[in-house]
């Protein structure tokens, strides 16, 4: 999905020439309900040429990184019997637990983002996971708010990308 109807907005060269109603309308078009469902909404700049250039750093190799992965999954599977995605709202709430900050954390995201119960243990999920990845017990401020990151392009955020 573009970030809105010409394709620049959140451009560094500031060439998009929408109006904030008209990325509004436009992301609107994908419903409420269904940007529910999407974990992880990214905004996904350009390139710079120069980063393009064969002898630019590489990102990080992939056995590095399949590797975390691999014991990320063994770490769910072992607390609760199944990938973090696959928790009903019951296992959410028993396995995702915040510290208390995070909780006010996370509910006054819910408030300004204006997000759904379901979308908020989505983003306990992936919170969960992210922590995961990174070896830690407990979920960190850090990893919970990678995770709201996610959701950059839900409603009432629409817009802030520009
Ligand atoms: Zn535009």
């Not at 204006?114 to 850090?142: E, N, Y």
């Not at 990151?149 to 990308?161: K, N, V």
Request: charged fraction near 25%.
């Amino acid at each position: 999905m573009n970030p809105c109807p010409c394709g620049w907005a959140g451009d560094p060269s500031g060439r998009c020439g929408c109006s904030a109603e008209m990325v509004h309308r436009y992301r609107a078009k994908l419903s409420g309900p269904l940007m529910d469902r999407i974990d992880l909404q990214l905004a996904v700049p350009r390139l710079p040429p120069q980063d393009m250039r064969p002898d630019a750093p590489r990102g990080e190799a992939s056995a590095p990184v399949r590797e975390r992965v691999l014991a990320a999954r063994e770490r769910q599977f072992a607390r609760g019997g199944t990938l973090n995605a696959h928790f009903n709202q019951a296992q959410t709430e028993a396995h995702c637990l915040l510290a208390p900050r995070d909780q006010a954390l996370l509910e006054s995201a819910m408030e300004s983002l204006q997000l759904s119960a379901r979308a908020m243990h989505r983003i306990l999920r992936v919170a969960r996971t992210i922590a995961d990845l990174a070896a830690s017990d407990a979920i960190a401020t850090a990893h919970l708010a990678e995770a709201l990151g996610y959701r950059l392009l839900d409603r009432g955020a629409a817009g802030q990308t520009a």
